[in-house]
């Protein structure tokens, strides 16, 4: 005689192992249930080699980003397709999260958990009376006070204002290359 019995497993419930046993005429059964992993807005999520900050699911089941990361590829326009579908994401491994949070960084840009959005990282500026550099005309690394005169706030408005001498190095060395390797009359 073959009989079957149903059993309502809890919504959204992924079967991992089910084992049964008979006990003197009692069948037991055993499932082991995994919760399915449904990401909820602003999680880091990741899916393969992407990694995203979860806006939501579309109409479609596709993920939605704030942010999403893929190689070298960084998309923080909020995105409601193209990144797979959301049931495939898991969630982002703590060293994934660094890999997406470091990939914004670079490009001046930081997640905002709190306000669910990407912002542009506040530039550094001195305190008032305190020691910045800059690149001056003749692409020498000069060292000053900033007093927040007319001068200190257009150079730091112009972005040429730095925290350190190797910085501003840096940028004078790249802008010297540029003239020097150019085709102008």
Known sequence: MKKTYKITLPKGANISTVE???????????????Q???????DVVSCKEVIVIY???NGNGGIM????????R???????????YTCNYRPAT????????????????RWN???KQIEDLPRWRAEESESYYYVDLSFNVRK??????????????AGNYFRTREAAEKIASQILDIFKNSKAE
């Open 36 to 42: 399915k992993y449904v990401p909820k807005d602003g």
């Open 94 to 109: 703590e060293a994934e999260k660094q890999r997406l949070f470091d990939a914004l960084a670079k490009q001046g840009k």
């Open 113 to 115: 958990a709190e306000k």
């Open 65 to 72: 980003t704030y942010a999403a990361l893929h190689e070298q």
């Open 74 to 84: 960084l998309q923080t326009e909020v995105c409601g397709i193209g990144w797979g």
């Open 55 to 57: 806006a939501g699911t």
């Open 20 to 34: 049964t046993n008979d006990d003197n005429g009692v069948l037991e059964v055993t499932v082991d249930m995994e």
């Open 144 to 157: 000053t006070d900033d007093l927040r005169s007319y001068g200190d706030n257009n150079l730091y408005e």
